[in-house]
């Protein structure tokens, strides 16, 4: 289903494009999440309009079968790839959980900026992204999803994210989509 619209005051979210994440196997290429993401901050940007830069440094301390561990993480590892071209005016969320909006003060920031709708990007598709888009979704958000912009470790999980999660909390469409929109 494609993206049927933008909302005046529409903010992107970028979820993890960071040094230590990049690096990890995904299904879809990085370098082509990335050029994605890139072309989708480039254009905001050029439209004034909100940007959130997300990255990880932590997780939750509950016991998991499959948790990973920040300890031992290697110098630079939580810096955001260059790529996104941060900027001054960007918001940078530095979470510690899953969700971009927990215990970050993330939804207070975006209502305050008058954002009623968030479009969301990033890794993992099925972890981060999905966490944080249920959070803007209980937030009140209009939510919209990149999916080419967006990969994962686990082909089954960015596949049921996409097809099964995503249509229930927002629309998803395509980064030219989304482009074509703003413009």
Partial sequence: MPVTQLDPKTALIVIDLQKGIVGFP???????????????????????????????????????????????????????IPELNQQPED????????????????????????????????????????STARHAHEHGFNVTFAIDAMTDMNPDAHLNSITRIFPRIGETGTTEEILALLN
């Avoid at 879809?28 to 830069?53: C, D, M, S, W, Y």
């Avoid at 016991?63 to 920040?70: G, L, V």
């Avoid at 510690?96 to 970050?104: C, D, E, K, Q, Y």
């Fill in 91 to 130: 918001h940078t969320v530095t979470k510690r959980t899953w969700g971009a909006f927990t215990n970050t003060g993330l939804a207070e920031h975006l209502k305050k900026l008058g954002v009623t709708q968030v479009v969301i990007i990033g890794v993992a598709t099925s972890a981060g992204v999905e």
């Fill in 26 to 80: 995904t299904v879809h290429p990085i370098g082509e999440v990335i050029q994605q993401a890139a072309a989708l901050t480039n254009a905001f940007r050029r439209k004034g309009l909100p940007i959130v830069l997300v990255n990880v440094d932590g997780g939750a301390q509950g016991r998991a079968e499959q948790a990973f561990r920040m300890k031992d993480v290697p110098a630079g590892w939580t810096d955001l």
